[in-house]
Protein backbone atom coordinates (compact mmCIF):
# COMPACT_ATOMS: atom_id res chain seq x y z
CA UNK A 1 0.00 0.00 0.00
CA UNK A 2 1.30 3.09 -1.12
CA UNK A 3 0.10 6.15 1.26
CA UNK A 4 1.29 9.84 1.17
CA UNK A 5 1.14 11.84 5.06
CA UNK A 6 0.87 15.37 5.40
CA UNK A 7 1.11 16.88 8.96
CA UNK A 8 0.77 20.67 9.13
CA UNK A 9 -0.66 20.93 12.64
CA UNK A 10 1.71 22.76 14.09
CA UNK A 11 5.08 24.98 12.81
CA UNK A 12 6.76 21.48 12.42
CA UNK A 13 5.58 20.56 9.24
CA UNK A 14 6.24 16.56 7.99
CA UNK A 15 5.86 15.15 4.73
CA UNK A 16 5.76 11.05 4.67
CA UNK A 17 5.72 8.36 1.83
CA UNK A 18 4.86 4.84 3.07
CA UNK A 19 5.20 2.02 0.61
CA UNK A 20 4.71 -1.43 1.96
CA UNK A 21 6.62 -1.19 5.13
CA UNK A 22 9.52 1.21 4.52
CA UNK A 23 8.96 4.67 5.40
CA UNK A 24 10.35 8.41 3.98
CA UNK A 25 9.97 11.39 5.60
CA UNK A 26 11.15 14.97 5.23
CA UNK A 27 10.19 17.38 7.71
CA UNK A 28 11.05 21.36 8.90
CA UNK A 29 10.21 23.73 11.33
CA UNK A 30 8.86 26.71 9.96
CA UNK A 31 7.15 29.76 11.81
CA UNK A 32 5.10 30.67 8.50
CA UNK A 33 5.62 30.00 4.41
CA UNK A 34 4.78 25.97 5.85
CA UNK A 35 2.12 25.72 2.68
CA UNK A 36 4.96 27.05 0.30
CA UNK A 37 7.11 23.93 1.81
CA UNK A 38 4.65 21.79 1.75
CA UNK A 39 3.66 20.45 -1.72
CA UNK A 40 7.30 20.99 -3.01
CA UNK A 41 8.55 18.83 -0.32
CA UNK A 42 5.53 16.16 -0.80
CA UNK A 43 6.17 16.43 -4.62
CA UNK A 44 10.25 15.63 -4.46
CA UNK A 45 9.55 13.26 -1.99
CA UNK A 46 7.44 11.22 -4.61
CA UNK A 47 9.68 11.77 -7.40
CA UNK A 48 12.12 10.31 -5.17
CA UNK A 49 10.06 7.27 -5.48
CA UNK A 50 9.76 7.57 -8.88
CA UNK A 51 5.85 7.62 -8.37
CA UNK A 52 2.79 10.13 -9.23
CA UNK A 53 0.17 11.15 -6.90
CA UNK A 54 -1.84 9.17 -9.46
CA UNK A 55 -0.27 6.19 -8.08
CA UNK A 56 -0.97 6.48 -4.58
CA UNK A 57 -3.24 4.26 -2.95
CA UNK A 58 -4.06 7.16 -0.50
CA UNK A 59 -3.19 10.55 1.56
CA UNK A 60 -3.55 11.04 5.39
CA UNK A 61 -3.85 14.76 5.98
CA UNK A 62 -3.16 15.59 9.70
CA UNK A 63 -4.53 18.83 10.81
CA UNK A 64 -5.81 19.89 14.52
CA UNK A 65 -8.02 23.23 13.58
CA UNK A 66 -8.74 23.93 16.71
CA UNK A 67 -12.50 25.43 15.82
CA UNK A 68 -13.44 21.88 14.31
CA UNK A 69 -11.89 19.66 16.63
CA UNK A 70 -12.96 21.37 19.92
CA UNK A 71 -15.63 23.57 20.41
CA UNK A 72 -17.60 22.35 17.30
CA UNK A 73 -17.24 18.76 17.76
CA UNK A 74 -17.57 19.04 22.08
CA UNK A 75 -20.74 21.18 21.26
CA UNK A 76 -21.94 18.05 18.44
CA UNK A 77 -21.10 15.57 21.66
CA UNK A 78 -23.05 17.11 23.87
CA UNK A 79 -25.47 17.52 21.83
CA UNK A 80 -25.84 13.83 20.35
CA UNK A 81 -25.92 12.66 24.40
CA UNK A 82 -28.76 14.52 25.28
CA UNK A 83 -30.86 13.32 22.08
CA UNK A 84 -34.07 11.54 22.70
CA UNK A 85 -32.41 8.38 20.81
CA UNK A 86 -28.95 7.18 20.28
CA UNK A 87 -30.29 7.40 16.43
CA UNK A 88 -30.52 10.90 17.09
CA UNK A 89 -27.37 11.26 18.67
CA UNK A 90 -25.67 9.09 15.64
CA UNK A 91 -27.22 11.18 12.91
CA UNK A 92 -25.72 14.14 14.34
CA UNK A 93 -22.59 12.95 14.63
CA UNK A 94 -22.73 11.52 11.12
CA UNK A 95 -23.50 15.01 9.79
CA UNK A 96 -20.83 16.41 11.63
CA UNK A 97 -18.30 13.97 10.48
CA UNK A 98 -19.72 14.76 7.17
CA UNK A 99 -19.09 18.20 7.59
CA UNK A 100 -15.28 17.28 8.32
CA UNK A 101 -15.13 15.05 5.46
CA UNK A 102 -16.93 16.14 2.51
CA UNK A 103 -14.16 18.53 1.79
CA UNK A 104 -11.49 16.53 1.88
CA UNK A 105 -12.76 13.46 0.33
CA UNK A 106 -13.75 15.82 -2.93
CA UNK A 107 -10.37 17.66 -2.73
CA UNK A 108 -8.52 14.35 -3.04
CA UNK A 109 -10.41 14.06 -6.23
CA UNK A 110 -8.91 17.28 -7.86
CA UNK A 111 -6.19 17.54 -6.19
CA UNK A 112 -3.83 16.41 -9.48
CA UNK A 113 -5.42 18.86 -11.40
CA UNK A 114 -5.04 21.80 -9.11
CA UNK A 115 -1.52 20.66 -8.70
CA UNK A 116 -0.41 23.60 -11.20
CA UNK A 117 -2.44 26.26 -10.18
CA UNK A 118 -1.20 25.87 -6.23
CA UNK A 119 2.44 25.78 -7.61
CA UNK A 120 1.57 29.53 -9.49
CA UNK A 121 -0.15 30.93 -6.47
CA UNK A 122 2.66 30.01 -3.93
CA UNK A 123 4.56 33.18 -4.55
CA UNK A 124 1.96 35.01 -3.67
CA UNK A 125 0.91 33.16 -0.68
CA UNK A 126 1.88 35.54 1.88
CA UNK A 127 -0.17 38.23 0.09
CA UNK A 128 -3.25 36.06 0.29
CA UNK A 129 -3.01 35.25 3.64
CA UNK A 130 -2.85 39.03 4.89
CA UNK A 131 -5.64 40.03 2.72
CA UNK A 132 -7.88 36.93 3.70
CA UNK A 133 -6.82 37.76 7.15
CA UNK A 134 -7.80 41.27 7.10
CA UNK A 135 -11.50 40.31 5.39
CA UNK A 136 -11.48 37.82 8.54
CA UNK A 137 -10.88 40.54 10.79
CA UNK A 138 -13.33 43.05 9.56
CA UNK A 139 -15.74 40.52 9.60
CA UNK A 140 -14.91 39.49 13.34
CA UNK A 141 -15.10 43.02 14.34
CA UNK A 142 -18.85 43.82 12.60
CA UNK A 143 -19.55 40.78 14.65
CA UNK A 144 -18.66 41.97 17.79
CA UNK A 145 -20.06 45.33 17.01
CA UNK A 146 -23.21 43.53 15.65
CA UNK A 147 -22.92 45.66 12.44
CA UNK A 148 -22.91 42.28 10.20
CA UNK A 149 -26.04 43.24 8.80
CA UNK A 150 -24.83 46.03 7.64
CA UNK A 151 -23.08 44.50 5.04
CA UNK A 152 -26.56 42.67 3.47
CA UNK A 153 -27.83 46.12 3.96
CA UNK A 154 -25.47 47.71 1.88
CA UNK A 155 -25.39 44.80 -0.99
CA UNK A 156 -29.29 44.85 -1.31
CA UNK A 157 -29.14 48.68 -1.55
CA UNK A 158 -26.60 48.97 -4.11
CA UNK A 159 -28.60 46.38 -6.30
CA UNK A 160 -25.96 43.09 -5.19
CA UNK A 161 -28.56 41.16 -2.78
CA UNK A 162 -30.38 38.43 -3.87
CA UNK A 163 -33.79 36.73 -1.94
CA UNK A 164 -33.72 33.37 -0.93
CA UNK A 165 -37.26 33.43 -0.24
CA UNK A 166 -37.04 32.13 3.06
Known sequence: MRILALETATHRLSVAYWDDGALVERAAELPNGGSEWLLPAANALLEEAGITMKALDGIAFGAGWTPCVGPALSSILVLS????????????????????????ILAAFVIERLR???????????????????IILLVGILLFTDNLATIGQWMENAGLGWDLGL
Open 81 to 104: ADQGTVAQGVILLIAYSAGIGVPF
Open 116 to 134: GLIMRIGPYQATIQKVVGA
